[in-house]
């Protein structure tokens, strides 16, 4: 999300270039599964029906873990109903863009964002 508008899955980026330094932003657009922080923990989880569900781990209990997926979804699982609880450390819900984008787009992408340091 920029300034309010996006979908809220991933980080608030309004004031990402006051955060993070340049080579921080690059590597997160290209090889996003670096640096996940925990509160982007992607969670997978099997219900005793046989069903996946995979998406970011929006809170967890020792009873109960809830997950948001990628179209902003909400699900609430009791864990002992689980027949599997999968926390994928080190995955992100980013692709990466190391050969979506040219040499130029990643570059400009990566001031843009260095640009973004919230209200003037």
Known sequence: MIAGSGSGYGPEL???GARRSIAFL???IVAPEASVPDRFLMVEVVTSA???V???RANEDT???QIRDAKGQFS???KSDLKELRKLSGKSPMPSYKDGLTQDELTDLTAYL???RGKS
Do not use: D
Request: proline residues 0%; without cysteine; aromatic residues 10%.
């Open 114 to 116: 260095a640009g973004l």
């Open 50 to 52: 046989g069903a996946t």
């Open 26 to 28: 690059r590597e997160s």
């Open 76 to 78: 609430s699982f009791r």
């Open 54 to 56: 995979r998406g970011l």
């Open 63 to 65: 009873f109960t873990i």
């Open 14 to 16: 309004s004031e990402i």
